[in-house]
């Protein structure tokens, strides 16, 4: 059987990094959960969809079809036989992400998804309700935080990098607590910090740091 690493957490805590590294350490395909939902929010964007409908949104979804294929150790995901990218990126996804993510149909359809790729092998998925809610019964369940000062200047670092945004930390702040607040508060599969699960605060950690305390904590057996 697959093995299988979860790491939840808000925006901004580092879990793609530490998710990225810990599955180039120990062999696993990386999984980032967040990428589908963004991928659905620009697909039902394309369409002209209202994505304060959640009739319209669930509609939608089920016409989007999102082919995986295993490569350079992740798990890549392309629509219409290509990989989107940083179209999924953008301030204008980040604004609609949350309302198309709390609609029922779609995380059901993603959770489907996410469950699929054990098929693939071992892999570590990084999200917000992996622990809770997808793969709520493997041994290596985590919760990656930071203060909400720290995920700003980080996520406001990638983009100035990626070149896809220029915000203000106090604007890239509002919008990831703004972006908290609607994750924990959604009704369907909310992001919680599950009963047993390890937490990891990276807010005064290096990324190097926060690996090591992941990769200590998996069962002895997993290690590499």
């Not at 805590?13 to 120990?26: C, D, M, N, W």
């Not at 929010?41 to 959640?54: A, H, K, S």
């Not at 990989?83 to 980040?94: A, C, F, L, S, W």
Request: proline share 4%; aromatic share 6%.
């Amino acid at each position: 059987m697959a093995k299988v690493i979860a790491i939840d957490g808000p925006s901004g805590a580092g879990k793609s990094s530490v998710s990225r590294r810990v599955g180039k350490k120990l062999g696993f395909l990386h999984v980032d959960s967040g990428a589908l939902y963004r991928i659905m929010t620009w697909q039902c964007l394309e369409r002209g969809v209202d994505t304060e409908n959640p009739a319209a949104v669930a509609a939608a979804a089920r016409e989007i079809d999102i082919e995986l294929r295993p490569m350079d150790g992740r798990i890549a995901y392309f629509v219409h036989g290509e990989e989107p990218g940083d179209r999924i990126r953008t301030p204008e996804i980040n604004a609609h992400a949350s309302q198309v993510a709390r609609v029922k149909e779609v995380r059901d359809k993603v959770t489907a998804i996410l469950r699929s790729m054990t098929d693939f092998g071992d892999i570590v998925v990084e999200g917000r309700d992996i622990t809770s809610a997808v793969f709520p019964d493997t041994p290596a369940r985590f919760y990656l935080t930071a203060s909400a000062e720290a995920r700003a200047m980080r996520r406001q670092k990638e983009e100035v990098e990626k070149g896809i945004a220029n915000q203000s930390a106090e604007a890239v702040k509002a919008s990831l607590l703004a972006r908290d607040k609607m994750d924990s508060t959604r009704k369907y599969a909310p992001l919680v910090k599950a009963d047993g699960v390890i937490e990891v605060d990276s807010t005064f950690l290096t990324l190097e740091e926060t690996e090591r305390a992941v990769l200590a904590a998996l069962p002895q057996d997993w290690k590499a």
